[in-house]
Each structure stands twice: as structure tokens, then as C-alpha cells.
Nanobody
Framework: QVQLVETGGGLVQAGGSLRLSCAASGTIFSLNVMGWYRQAPGNLRELVATIGNGDVTKYGDSVRGRFTISRDNTKNTVTLQMDSLKAEDTAVYYC?????????????????WGQGTRVTVSS
């Protein structure tokens, strides 16, 4: 079983910055893709950013150039640095990891979500 713990949400003024972190723990064999998604009230969950093996990154169009995703494979953490925040960035942000849990001899696909952390940007 894999657990995700998210930290770093909160209230910030437009133009400010926040950093979100997500730590994965449990029976992890490999974490191929780690990322962040968000969901605003009345909207579908959308991609914010992902980072894969070899630090290949992908960003949603609305955050590209303002947000930066990074990962620490030694700690199984993924971090989202959010700069130049806008009111429309207000949402609940969810950490997601995909890979394999278990061990080399007994692994199974992993697709886990965090509980979500709220980010509110005041205009």
C-alpha cells in the first residue's frame, strides 16, 4: 500500500508564490510519473504538471512558464513551485503517482492520489 502526504497549500495574494510538496511512502517499487492535478469548483480535474523518468516534464497550458515541477527520487517526493499566482489558480491540488508497488519479484501497477490540498489566490 502506498500513501501520499501533501503539504504547502494555503492562501496567497495574486502575484505571490506557493510551494506544494508530496511525499510517497509504503511498498514502492518504482515511481515512473509523479505529478499534480487540480480541480476548481464546478470544473473537471485538470493537469497541472507531471514529471517522469529522466525528469521529462509536462505542463498544463495555463501554468506553463509560471509553475515548476521537480522530484527527489531519493525521498520519493515531488514538488510544485508556483509563482506569479493568479485568482484562476484557486483550486484543490492533488498529487498523483504512477508506477509499481511491491517488489521486483511481485509488483503490481500503482496509480495513487493524495487527499488534496487547497490553494486560494486572492485578487
Amino acid at each position: 500500500q502506498v500513501q501520499l502526504v501533501e503539504t504547502g497549500g494555503g492562501l496567497v495574494q495574486a502575484g505571490g508564490s506557493l510551494r506544494l510538496s508530496c511525499a510517497a511512502s509504503g511498498t514502492i517499487f518504482s515511481l515512473n510519473v509523479m505529478g499534480w492535478y487540480r480541480q476548481a469548483p464546478g470544473n473537471l480535474r485538470e493537469l497541472v504538471a507531471t514529471i517522469g523518468n529522466g525528469d521529462v516534464t509536462k505542463y498544463g497550458d495555463s501554468v506553463r512558464g509560471r509553475f515548476t515541477i521537480s522530484r527527489d527520487n531519493t525521498k520519493n517526493t515531488v514538488t510544485l513551485q508556483m509563482d506569479s499566482l493568479k485568482a484562476e489558480d484557486t483550486a484543490v491540488y492533488y498529487c498523483n503517482v504512477r508506477g509499481y508497488s511491491g517488489s521486483y519479484y511481485s509488483s503490481r501497477p500503482l496509480d495513487a492520489w493524495g487527499q488534496g490540498t487547497r490553494v486560494t489566490v486572492s485578487s
